[in-house]
T-cell receptor, first 115, second 114 residues
Framework: NAGVTQTPKFQVLKTGQSMTLQCAQD?????MSWYRQDPGMGLRLIHY???????DQGEVPNGYNVSRSTTEDFPLRLLSAAPSQTSVYFC??????????????FGEGSRLTVL | AQKITQTQPGMFVQEKEAVTLDCTYD???????LFWYKQPSSGEMIFLIY??????QNATEGRYSLNFQKARKSANLVISASQLGDSAMYFC???????????FGAGTRLFVKA
């Protein structure tokens, strides 16, 4: 099983450019989410989804869009990149059923630099 | 509002000794889960241990145990017999049953000394 696959692993953008970080999981997880990791700030939740067609904002949603058209895929879009969005991005998924712990399975991370 | 606090930016421990990493949380949801994850220098996130809010016993997984004090809203991670390979960032996380979203603390960097 591939688990959670994130692409690209590295990306350099110029201010104002747009891009999409791709995330796919093959574990039939209902819950998918995006985090950004910055030094000293841990992982901050950007957006999350509990199923196809359902998305919600996390702690730091501004500047990011998501959609969930299938159970497997949860892309993260930066419409107009800013230097403040330079970060490492993680996609994570889990089961979302009562009675299951719901530990997160993470992708390998995507390092984004905005110049 | 959901909140996780880790007050120790860095910790040192001697090899083979035990170490406790602190985590406090806040939530209005009576049903929630608490997690610890490890992030080695290679960058991947590794799930270590889980504690449910209604679990009567503290969770244990090998050398990891979770000291859960519900009234104090704390969920400290105890690592027994530290090994050099335990040097990493450790994150405490919480998932509310209502909505399922999971948030993380700022993390604690653990250094194990030989």
């Amino acid at each position: 099983n591939a688990g959670v696959t994130q692409t690209p692993k590295f990306q350099v953008l110029k201010t104002g450019q747009s891009m999409t970080l791709q995330c796919a999981q093959d574990m039939n997880h209902e819950y998918m989410s995006w985090y950004r990791q910055d030094p000293g700030m841990g992982l901050r939740l950007i957006h999350y989804s509990v199923g196809a067609g359902i998305t919600d904002q996390g702690e730091v949603p501004n500047g990011y869009n998501v959609s969930r058209s299938t159970t497997e895929d949860f892309p993260l879009r930066l419409l107009s990149a800013a230097p403040s969005q330079t970060s490492v991005y993680f996609c994570a998924s889990s089961y979302a059923q009562r009675g299951s712990p719901g530990e997160l399975f993470f992708g390998e991370g995507s390092r984004l630099t905005v110049l | 509002a959901q909140k996780i606090t880790q007050t120790q930016p860095g910790m040192f421990v001697q090899e083979k000794e035990a170490v406790t990493l602190d985590c406090t949380y806040d939530t209005s949801d009576p049903s929630y889960g608490l997690f610890w994850y490890k992030q080695p220098s290679s960058g991947e996130m590794i799930f270590l241990i889980y504690q449910g809010s209604y679990d009567q016993q503290n969770a244990t997984e090998g050398r990891y145990s979770l000291n859960f004090q519900k009234a104090r809203k704390s969920a400290n991670l105890v690592i027994s017999a530290s090994q050099l390979g335990d040097s990493a960032m450790y994150f405490c996380a919480m998932r509310e049953r209502r909505g399922f979203k999971t948030i993380f603390g700022a993390g604690t960097r653990l250094f194990v000394k030989a």
